[in-house]
């Protein structure tokens, strides 16, 4: 569910109009409302202060189940490692290491691959079968899939 729609649903089942929802957060009713649109994104302290007002964790109002990955490395994604916009607005669909102000950190799959094998690599896990399952699992995200559409 995206955030939007929880937001509207969160103060919806409170009861609370946009206007009593921007006071308790400290923005005007117009911020609530481009919230609920699906216009922008709450801020990382707004959200704070969401999470404590409808009683839920930053990552519900996010909409991340525990099942999120970043779109461009697979990382899980949480609250805390969520990136941003130029603006400040978070985008859900990336780790901050990968995407941050507005640009990817990554364009060469293979550069990913290699940082990424060399920091996962374990006894357990060696390398070369790190580098297959990156080779074969990054190709399928949102990221990698859309620069290979335009190419």
């Known amino acids: 569910m995206e ?3 929880i937001i509207n649903q969160l ?13 308790k957060v400290f923005v005007t009713r117009q911020a609530v409302s481009r919230w609920e649109n699906g216009d922008t994104v709450p801020n990382t302290d707004t959200l ?3 999470s404590e007002l409808f009683g839920v964790s930053v ?8 099942n999120s990955v970043c779109q461009c490395c ?8 969520v990136s941003s ?4 607005a978070l985008n859900t669909d990336y780790c901050k ?3 941050s ?15 990424c094998a060399e920091h996962m690599a374990s006894a357990e896990h060696p390398e070369t079968e790190v580098r297959a399952y990156l080779s074969d699992m990054l190709p399928k995200l949102k990221y990698w899939r859309q620069r290979a559409e335009k190419s």
């Open 3 to 5: 955030t939007k729609t």
């Open 59 to 66: 990552d519900e109002l996010l909409g991340l189940t525990g």
């Open 101 to 115: 102000d507005g640009k990817f950190a990554y364009t060469d799959i293979d550069k990913l691959i290699d940082f």
């Open 11 to 23: 103060r919806m089942k409170m009861g609370m109009s946009q206007e009593e929802v921007a006071e």
């Open 48 to 50: 704070k202060l969401l």
């Open 97 to 99: 290491w990968c995407y």
């Open 85 to 88: 916009e130029k603006d400040g």
């Open 74 to 81: 697979g990382m899980p994604l949480n609250a805390a490692v």
